[in-house]
């Protein structure tokens, strides 16, 4: 593509400030930034055109064009032949792009008030839908391939120099805040972005729930981990676990994986260390410091999808309305592969039922007391363990109840292992 020939024919039409005009060829060279692009351009520009009016005797009228941008030379030798110069702003941004560098002093002083201890930062801008539109026909009236979006160099440019002035790195990734400028206002404002803390628990007592504490019960999850809201000095917490068990269940061996998320925090700096001493636990909850880590954001999704396709291992102790024979132990013992179908359990408060099938891949039965089973279940996540031994009145098929015509209720239940 001839760059020379294209710009001659759009400021033909359009005015363009040397940053849009080189916006729209951003693609090509190497090492410029776009308003270096846009100027050279326009050097060359004024050579031909100024060739042209000397030598040919044409070519004045894309010389006032070109001198309606305000590039300098070009006014100066339009004025010189004794011309009147007609400067016009410019039609994609309107001049804005002249005073994005003059937004950084008011971006550093107010990062400074902010008071946030972070470490990375990336900067978004907030820029008018006439300019993008106007923008976009312009490239797509002139079939532009090369162009870059007008946010995408000022968010570049100010990330530049607000850099230099913070001495922080940008991260375009992960950043600790999200610095947002609206460009024609001058507004500023600071987002802070969560934190994410991966680690797995293991309760040790019943009655702790995962996430509210309810009356009667000794404590719960969230009471555990709230000591890391001051810590971060955040605004609250967000608890993500693989799955959850009753307040009633005990969770033992490897721990449940959980992902703490900290939201709005003030300070960035602190260390996976901090956050261990911080999460040493009580004797109701243990976390297993030895998998603490921060996490990424995608992790939380990823750890929901997980829990439903987790082998998890439960202990349980079911008492039976009539006496339990080895014949009953050898029928558990054989059944293998059990795809199990669940309506919403009673005891979960929900307007719609839901069915869900998941599989049991075994079962270990011992015989504590005539009519008292220890049942060792490997299932798949996402079983309602008490349903499936109790049968839920028929609306868990098949269940423990129903392979020994009997009926069972559950006295404990402990998740043992979460295999991922």
């Known amino acids: 593509m001839d760059p020379i020939g294209k710009a001659a024919s759009i400021l033909d039409r359009y005015t363009l400030c040397a940053h849009c005009l080189g916006r729209l060829f951003a693609l090509m060279g190497y090492g410029l930034e776009n308003h270096e692009r846009g100027t050279a351009i326009m050097n060359l520009l004024n050579m031909v055109h100024v060739y042209e009016v000397r030598n040919e005797g044409r070519g004045l009228e894309r010389l006032l064009a070109l001198a309606s941008t305000g590039h300098r030379a070009t006014v ?165 676990a693989a799955g959850r068990e009753d307040m009633d269940v005990r969770m033992l061996g490897n721990g449940r994986p959980l992902v703490i998320e900290v939201s709005k925090p003030m300070n960035y700096e602190v260390t996976i260390e901090e956050v261990a001493r911080t999460l040493s636990g009580s004797g109701l909850v243990m976390f297993r410091l030895d998998e603490l880590r921060y996490a990424a954001p995608g992790e939380v999704t990823a750890l929901k999808a997980e829990a439903k396709t987790h082998v998890k291992l439960y202990r349980a102790l079911a008492l039976s309305d009539r006496p339990i024979d080895e014949g009953d132990l050898k029928r558990l013992e054989e059944a293998r592969n059990l795809v199990v179908s669940q309506l919403t359990p009673r005891r979960i408060k929900r307007r719609r039922l839901k069915r869900r099938r998941r599989t049991v891949y075994s079962m270990w039965p011992y015989l504590v007391g005539p009519q008292v089973v220890e049942l060792f279940i490997r299932a798949q996540g996402g079983l309602y363990v008490k349903e499936f031994i109790d049968g839920d009145m028929g609306r868990t098929t098949p269940s423990v109840s129903e392979m020994l015509g009997a009926r069972l209720s559950v006295v404990e239940l402990d998740v043992l292992a979460i295999y991922d």
């Open 76 to 240: 100066d030798y339009v004025r010189s032949l004794g011309l009147k110069v007609d400067l016009r702003p410019c039609y994609v941004c309107g001049g804005l792009m002249d005073r994005v560098e003059g937004l950084v002093d008011a971006v550093v002083d107010a990062v400074a008030k902010s008071g946030i201890k972070f470490r990375t930062f990336e900067v978004g801008t907030r820029i008018d839908e006439a300019i993008l539109a106007r923008e976009m026909e312009l490239v797509k009236e002139f079939g532009i391939t090369t162009s870059e979006n007008i946010k995408r160099e000022a968010n570049r440019r100010l990330g530049r120099l607000i850099r230099r002035r913070l001495g922080k790195p940008v991260d375009k990734n992960r950043p600790d805040i999200v610095i947002v400028i609206d460009v024609e206002s001058g507004s500023i404002s600071i987002e802070r972005m969560p934190i994410y803390v991966y680690t797995r628990y293991i309760k040790h007592s019943r009655g702790v729930t995962q996430v509210q504490r309810i009356p009667g019960m000794v404590g719960s999850i969230r009471d555990e981990v709230e000591p890391l809201k001051r810590l971060f000095m955040a605004e609250d917490l967000y608890l993500h």
